[in-house]
């Protein structure tokens, strides 16, 4: 469904991401995990589009992406929920879901509030609250409830434990679970190992913008030397 192959992204003159390539199959819940400054947000943002890489090739689901402004990226269904998480604090819960609404995409889970709510019980109790009375979880969660109104085919998170409190965290990686019965396939740019395996399907590192490792978490976990020079404080 998403295949990166070879891709270079910068900041100025800063050479973040370097031939970069891995893939995601259609379902599947990836964790890309690194360091602080590792290229992680790069990555995920080179999916968008936010940063245009200057050689290599991205596609999803057929489509060269590294053509399109982020704005027809995000039509074709690729859902992004960045770590700024970025609602709207002035409108309600409700009113910033409906902000989010797409319509239906064949083939595709639809998502609506009903669903939503009850995938996220905290927000139905406070759906009537601003985005700026919520906590930081209560944030998080609205921001990939606004996202899966669009009705994604591919979602990209990035760092969607950061600052959470460990029971919201709990919350999110049950949410996550749903997405993948559902069949939605997730990146998911993480730091927290034990989040991300508990959702994952499988783990990619990276290390100074390069791939150090590619495989199922037993892998990663049999293999700790990659985690302590990789993923270690």
């Known amino acids: 469904m998403l295949e990166i ?12 991401l370097r031939d970069l390539s891995f893939s995601i199959k259609p379902g599947e819940v990836v964790s890309l995990l690194g360091r602080n400054g590792a290229g992680k947000t790069t990555t995920v943002k080179s999916i968008m589009q936010l940063v245009k890489p200057q050689t290599g090739q991205i596609f999803f689901d057929g489509v060269e992406l590294t053509q399109l402004p982020t704005h027809k990226v995000a039509k074709l ?4 929920v960045p770590e700024e998480r970025r ?3 002035d409108l309600t819960i409700s009113e910033n879901l409906e902000v989010g609404r797409q319509p239906p995409r064949e083939g595709v889970f639809e998502w609506t509030t009903d669903i939503l709510f009850d995938l996220f ?14 906590s930081g979880g209560e944030q998080q969660m609205l921001s990939i409830a606004r996202t899966l109104m669009g009705n994604p085919r591919l979602l990209l998170l990035d760092e969607p434990s950061e600052g959470i409190a460990p029971v919201i965290v709990e919350q999110m990686a049950q949410t996550i679970l749903r997405l993948k019965d559902e069949g939605l396939p997730v990146l998911l740019s993480e730091q927290n190992l034990h989040f991300a395996r508990l959702v994952s399907d499988r783990a990619i590192v990276i290390e100074g913008g390069l791939k150090k490792f590619d495989g199922a ?3 990663l976990e049999a293999q700790p030397e990659i985690r302590d020079a990789y993923l270690s404080v």
């Open 121 to 134: 019980p905290n927000l139905l109790e406070r759906k009537n609250n601003r985005g700026k009375a919520l």
């Open 77 to 80: 269904g690729v859902g992004y």
């Open 217 to 219: 978490f037993s892998e």
């Open 5 to 16: 192959t070879d891709i270079n992204s910068f900041y100025g003159k800063a050479h973040i």
């Open 87 to 89: 609602i709207f604090t």
